[in-house]
């Protein structure tokens, strides 16, 4: 179960660069499988979902969802504890696709992000479970423990500011006392 | 099974005492627990998957599978909820129960606490009613729990307390960042700031080292064991007697009567899903609020169609917990200095005393956050998502201050539990359903208290302030539950006698927060130790069962 599609570390100038070229940066590193790349996704339904995570946390001067691997725990939660959400992400990816044909005559994961971000503004209208269930797995995904494949090199929490990894035992040679009274 | 003089069913925060207790006052004392033993070693500071957030399941149980239970919501409609899921009204289930990976604040409640009813008379539709015992008889079993556990903080500050013949054990921890700010902020305001009382060893105590104020806490195993729960005191102190048998992944599945109406022990699934009989000439009752009166409505038998202790259909009502509001402050300098367990300040300025409201709460801030708990805690017109979301995660993230307090609710007899008709567990027993809410008055104090909180963080120099009040339209009992098998003088209205003993059934006991009439407007674990310790003392003060081991 450890991640097939498991990119090797890159430092965030690297993740940037590699934003650019879209589509493609999901694929480094990726092993072809006969059933693609993903534990739960087709590899269409992969290169929809980071179209829809891209826009709820995109790049900026830090990494973007997909960038920092949410798909990967999006994809492995779909194979253990998000199971039940299996049908959502089934027909939510269906439907945000047909949307995009519907409007643009392309598949989500081809539409320019201005276009992306229409079609993922009408779905938080128009499909609102499916929406908030990404919504909130993108954002797990990117502020969560690295160890379930997002966040990757812990990449949202030195964005805050923190400490990573955190400093420990300093605690025992405080001895300020506060005020009391 | 040998025969046992007491069978306590889980190993929580008064079941743990309980067994202590009685084990070193020589019975022998078989301890059963649904969950498993988890120790330091299991902290794993795991952002998703904890107690507090639950996104990929409880860390410290149950488990999602097998273990459902059925919410009634405000239309009448039930929904099945799955273990990791809010509406659940989860504690922990494992040894140590919720104080395994509690926050750990550690509270006594105020005098008035136990006499709500004589302080504000019951609103129109509420169940208010005074304890049948008084704060005064429940203080040298707070002492007791205090240095027992291993308590740090310290209430000098405050006049806002009950008599108390001593300090804590232990001083409070050096101050973080929000100490710092709020402190001066309270004290222009004319409140009395003090530093909240924890069970967490701040110096070596017990044979522990100090907490090494890591950003991992309220939700955690403590990675370093400095946080005192049931599991690293009472109950390794149970077991060295000799006199106690712990059993983890042992599911009770009723109390057995005999024809007299008598507890003859309990049957239980054990870890291999075998039923298997206890026998033993007393039964304590310590699985929660939820499970503790599920246990009891679920022992069925001819003498008791209803459930064991039901004979007045009491078991199960006045539900409560506690109605968080409180105010998120932001600034425009760093608050944030990332040393936990974060929550080191409080106030008891407002827990009582308000003309026109029946009651108040402790405010405190919070405990340390981490970046997942930001996600919806962002300044009011933040978007929800895309480039402005990231930002204000950036902006805000070090520069918050959370002050929230446990608003004490108003229970009513309608906000309860009942066991499900139809949905049965793995082990195929009825589960747990919800129904009900707390008295609307409950609201009313909340939003008050919100306000309070949010002109202590004007105070302390917050550019902008939302507050965070709420309306439940289902009870909100979760690690807080309390009220199910009300403590009373009167058969008729309550469950078990101020003893914690069941009305009906003289060698069956309820000890934990189920007896709590009201709840205080504080975190309840000291209280339901305090309950615990004295409880205890008055069935080794009475026993007269088939002997003591020699």
């Known amino acids: 179960m450890q991640s097939k599609n ?176 | 099974m040998k025969r046992v003089n007491a069978v306590v069913v889980g190993a929580g925060a008064a079941g743990g005492i309980v067994a202590k207790e009685l084990a070193t006052a020589g019975l022998s004392v078989a301890l059963l627990e649904r969950g498993k033993w988890y120790t330091a070693n299991d902290c794993r500071k795991d952002d998703l998957r904890n107690q507090r957030v639950t996104a990929l399941g409880n860390a410290f149980g149950p488990e999602d599978e097998g273990n459902p239970r059925v919410l009634v919501d405000a239309k009448g409609v039930p929904h099945i909820v799955l273990a990791s899921e809010g509406g659940y009204q989860n504690d922990a289930a494992c040894v140590g129960g919720g104080t395994l990976s509690y926050g750990a604040q550690a509270w006594r409640y105020m005098p008035q606490d136990f006499r709500m009813r004589s302080t504000y008379g019951a609103p129109q539709g509420s169940s208010l009613e005074d304890w049948p015992i008084s704060y005064d008889d429940l203080e040298p079993y707070y002492d007791k729990a205090e240095y027992q556990i291993g308590i740090s903080g310290d209430y000098s500050g405050t006049p806002f307390k009950g008599p108390r013949k001593r300090d804590l054990p232990m001083p409070p921890l050096a101050p973080n960042r929000e100490f710092e700010i709020l402190w001066p902020a309270a004290k222009r305001l004319g409140l009395h700031p003090f530093h909240l009382p924890m069970a967490r060893n701040t110096v070596p105590y017990n044979g522990r080292g100090p907490c090494m104020r890591c950003r991992w806490c309220c939700g955690f195993a403590c990675e370093v064991d400095a946080k005192n729960g049931s599991q690293n005191t009472v109950i390794p102190v149970a077991l060295a007697t000799g006199n106690c048998d712990l059993r983890t992944e042992c599911m009770v599945k009723e109390i057995l009567t005999d024809d007299q109406g008598r507890a003859r022990g309990v049957s239980y699934f054990d870890a291999n899903g075998h039923l298997q009989e206890q026998l033993a000439d007393i039964v304590v009752v310590s699985g929660c609020a939820t499970e503790s009166a599920r246990l009891l409505l679920n022992s069925k038998s001819k003498l008791f169609p209803a459930g064991l202790g039901n004979r007045y259909d009491q078991v199960g009502r006045h539900l409560q917990g506690h109605h968080y509001t409180g105010a998120i402050g932001y600034f425009d300098f760093d608050t944030y200095d990332d040393v936990g367990p974060g929550a080191s300040i409080a106030i008891c300025d407002y827990n009582h005393g308000t003309p026109g409201l029946s009651g108040g709460g402790m405010l405190a801030n919070e405990f340390i956050r981490l970046p997942i708990h930001m996600i919806d805690r962002l300044p009011e017109n933040t978007p929800s998502w895309g480039p402005g979301h990231k930002k204000a995660m950036r902006d805000w993230h070090k520069r918050t201050i959370q002050v929230f307090g446990p608003t004490q609710q108003i229970p009513t007899a309608t906000g309860r539990v009942t066991v499900d008709p139809a949905v049965k567990d793995k082990w195929g027993m009825p589960v747990v359903r919800l129904e009900g809410n707390v008295h609307p008055h409950t609201f009313d104090i909340g939003d008050v208290q919100a306000k309070r909180a949010e002109a202590w963080l004007k105070e302390a120099g917050a550019i902008h302030t939302s507050l965070a009040t709420g309306r439940p339209e289902t009870v909100s009992a979760s690690q807080h539950q309390a009220g199910t098998c009300r403590m009373g003088n009167d058969p008729k209205g309550s469950v078990v006698n101020k003893f914690c003993q069941v009305h009906d059934v003289d060698n069956v006991f309820v000890i934990d927060g189920s007896v709590h009439v009201t709840n205080g407007g504080f975190n309840p674990a000291l209280t339901i130790m305090a309950v615990a310790f004295y409880a205890s003392d008055a069935l080794v003060h009475n026993w007269k069962g088939t002997g003591f081991r020699s």
């Open chain 1, 6 to 181: 498991k990119a090797v570390a890159l430092t965030r100038r690297q993740f940037v660069a590699a934003g650019v070229l879209g589509g493609a940066a999901l694929a480094v590193g990726c092993k072809s499988g006969n059933q693609g790349n993903w534990d739960f996704l087709s590899d269409g339904q992969a290169r929809t979902l980071a179209a829809i995570c891209d826009q709820i946390v995109p790049a900026d001067e830090f990494p973007s969802a997909s960038q920092a691997g949410v798909l990967t725990y999006i994809d492995r939660q779909l194979f253990r504890h998000y199971r039940r959400h299996r049908d959502v992400y089934r027909e939510g990816l269906e439907h945000a696709n047909e949307l995009s044909r519907k409007r643009f005559a392309k598949d989500l994961a081809e539409a320019t992000p201005a276009q992306q971000l229409e079609i993922v503004s009408a779905l938080e209208k128009e499909e609102r479970p499916f929406f908030d269930l990404v919504r909130r797995h993108t954002m797990e995904g990117y502020y969560g423990s690295p160890r379930h494949g997002g966040n990757r090199d812990a990449v949202s929490w030195r964005m805050l500011g923190l400490d990573e990894p955190p400093v420990r035992g300093r605690a025992q040679y405080d001895m300020r006392k506060g005020a009391t009274s």
